[in-house]
Structures are given as C-alpha cells and as structure tokens.
C-alpha cells in the first residue's frame, strides 16, 4: 500500500500539515518542519537547507549535528547526495551508502560511515527552494520507498508553509522600511511646526517622548504605543490654520483670538482623515484638548469618552507647557506644577493617569527636560 492512502500515514500527514501552517514566523516554521520530519522517520540526523538571495543553498536548521559547525563549507555532510538532488530536483532514496556504488568514492559517505539516507527537494511553484535531508548511520534498510513517499508530501506542505512565511516576513520588512519613512516624514513636520512658533520649539520631541514612557508605564501595547507617538507628533499640526499674530503673540489671548485658536484641533482633523495609516492616531490631535469633566472642547467629551490616549496626552502636554519659560510668565517650579496637577485630577485629568503620571516624574528620571525648578 502507498503510504499516502494508508489510512495512518494520511492521518499523520494531516496533522503534520495542520501544524505547519499554524504559524508565519519563518524561524519558527523551519524547526517545526525539520522535528516533524525527523519524528516521523526515526531519524537520527537531518537538516534543511534553503535557496538564498544569491541562488545559494544554504543551512537553516538542523537536528543531531554540531549546529555551531553547520555553516562551515569544511563541514563532512554527503555533499554528493546533496548536488544530485539539488541539480535534478528530484528525492532520492538509499538504503546503504556504503554499498551502493554510486557512492563508493565519495570521501563524506565513507568517512561518516552514511547507510541510510532519504533527501528530498522543496519544490514551489515549479522552482526548487531547498530540501530536507535526514540519515541513520548505524542501520541499513531504515527508510522504505513509503517513507520517502511521506517525506515528499511533508515536503509540498513545507515548501508552502516557508514560502508563506517568507512572503509573511518579507511584508514585515516592508512595512518596517514604510514606517520608518512615515515617522521620518512625521518627525519633520513636527520640527517644522516649532521651528514656527519659537517658544515652544522642543516642545514636540520632548511630549512625545514623555507620553510613550507613561504609556508604557500604563500597559499599552505596541501598536498603541506608535499611535501615542505619531499623534504627539502631530498635536499641534491643526496650528498650521491659525494666524502668526494669534500664534506668536507675545502674551494671553483675547476671547476672540483664543475661539480661534480652539479651531486647531478641527483643523487636525480635516488634515488627517485622509491619510489612513494616521487614523488611528488622530485621537491625539483631535481629543487632546477635551476634560475629564466634559467641559473641554470641541466635542466635549467627558470621562472614558475621551480616547486613551489623549487622555495620556493632555497630562503630558500640560506638564511641559508648565514647567517651560513662556513669554508672558517664566516657568512654574516643579512642586507647583505637580500640585496644579493634583488639583486637575478628576476635572481636568484622568484621575488614574495622573496618579500614574506624578509617580512617573517623581521615580524615574526626566532625560527629557533639565534639573527642575523648586518652589
């Protein structure tokens, strides 16, 4: 009976397919391929090689071999058995090396005493992209042509489970390249931004730098993390629509100029709806400006309402402006700004978050700023 109809080897190559593409870690598909292999056929040794960018094969994993020496070109395999299938792309069975004479003079096969040995290719889409190779140097006859029949079938779900995972980690780097371009790109604007309003230039770097450190004293993961980062960059991105003689003045606004100004949040937003790998982030700019107590603006949202990271946001953005020189007052000392925040709590802020906030500043140090001024 072929081993691909009887009944225990389908069910065996079911299960080994199943398990092969619970994953899309590369690293981690190739261990998993190579222990399903060498648990199937009671090998003794085995290895997997792939096609690199170069067209060269090369060792990625590898059981019952010293793994430190793989790589090494000196390193006794059957090379022999290797260039056969890789010029022929096609599996190859033998039952004993040592007397099969199309092995008879190859140094590897009789230095490391080789008998049994199966290596097949990994085929995908009619191109070979490497091959499993697994040995027994103590029994002859250890794999039948079933078990080269099984090998070849785990091999057809492996080629596609790699090839998937590759393409999964090739997508990653990619998109690693784009977001470095992104926050590259987002890094200028806000540079730009407080290149234009003098006072407050450093102001960007600085919360933006805070707020991830309190976030990550908050739990949030690392998707929420960049958000809280790229939306600290672009906090003030909506000012680009407000006035230079509203910006720049050199002492508080008038009721009508601070209306104006409370438009930048809106202004944030029409700037950035459209961009969609900034949605996420747009609770930032947007939300910033909102109270705890639903008195802030422009929606007026109160409590949980408020995004989470805006509400992260506002403490720290409040902190910096307080604790830095401003043209119309010079900078607040370090125990008033923590009482006004003390204050705040439950109004302004989040009452968890500042908690959370003060023994952030009081227990950790703030590279960001200089020595603080004391009251």
């Not at 040995?117 to 079933?146: E, H, Q, W």
């Not at 400006?289 to 409040?318: C, M, N």
Request: glycine share 6%; proline share 4%; net charge negative.
């Amino acid at each position: 009976m072929d081993a691909n109809t009887n009944p225990a080897r389908l069910e065996l190559l079911y299960h080994i397919s199943q398990s092969l593409n619970s994953s899309l870690d590369l690293s981690e598909v190739l261990h998993h391929v190579l222990d399903e292999v060498i648990t199937a056929l009671h090998a003794e040794r085995g290895f997997l090689m792939l096609k690199n960018e170069a067209g060269e094969f090369a060792f990625r994993v590898a059981r019952g071999l010293e793994q430190q020496n793989i790589s090494d070109p000196s390193y006794q395999i059957s090379t022999s058995i290797i260039e056969r299938v890789k010029l022929g792309s096609k599996a190859i069975l033998i039952s004993d090396a040592l007397e099969d004479e199309r092995f008879n003079t190859q140094n590897s096969v009789l230095v490391l005493r080789l008998r049994s040995i199966l290596c097949v290719p990994l085929n995908y889409k009619g191109n070979m992209t490497g091959l499993i190779y697994v040995d027994n140097r103590l029994l002859s006859g250890a794999f039948s042509k079933d078990d080269l029949n099984l090998l070849s079938a785990i091999a057809d779900s492996a080629a596609i489970a790699i090839e998937n995972a590759r393409l999964f980690e090739n997508v990653q780097h990619s998109n690693q390249i784009l977001e470095v371009a992104y926050d590259s790109t987002l890094e200028g604007w806000a540079k730009a931004l407080d290149m234009r309003d003098h006072e407050t230039e450093g102001h960007t770097r600085r919360v933006s730098s805070l707020a991830v450190r309190l976030a990550k004293r908050l739990g949030l993961d690392k998707t929420q993390l960049t958000d809280i980062y790229r939306g600290a960059l672009l906090h003030d991105i909506g000012k680009i629509g407000i006035p230079d003689t509203i910006l720049r003045k050199p002492g508080p606004l008038s009721p009508e100029e601070r209306t104006i100004m409370m438009n930048h949040p809106e202004y944030a937003r029409e700037m950035l709806c459209e961009i969609d790998f900034l949605q996420t982030a747009l609770a930032v700019p947007y939300g910033h400006h909102e109270k705890w107590d639903g008195t802030g603006y422009p929606l007026q949202l109160k409590g949980s309402e408020i995004p989470l990271s805006a509400r992260i946001f506002s403490i720290v953005d409040v902190w910096d402006a307080l604790i830095s020189d401003r043209a119309y007052r010079a900078a607040w000392p370090f125990d008033k700004v923590i009482e006004y925040l003390r204050q705040q709590s439950g109004s302004h802020f989040d009452p968890h978050i500042v908690s959370e906030f003060i023994n952030l500043i009081l227990l950790e140090p703030l590279i960001e700023y200089p020595e603080p001024k004391k009251g």
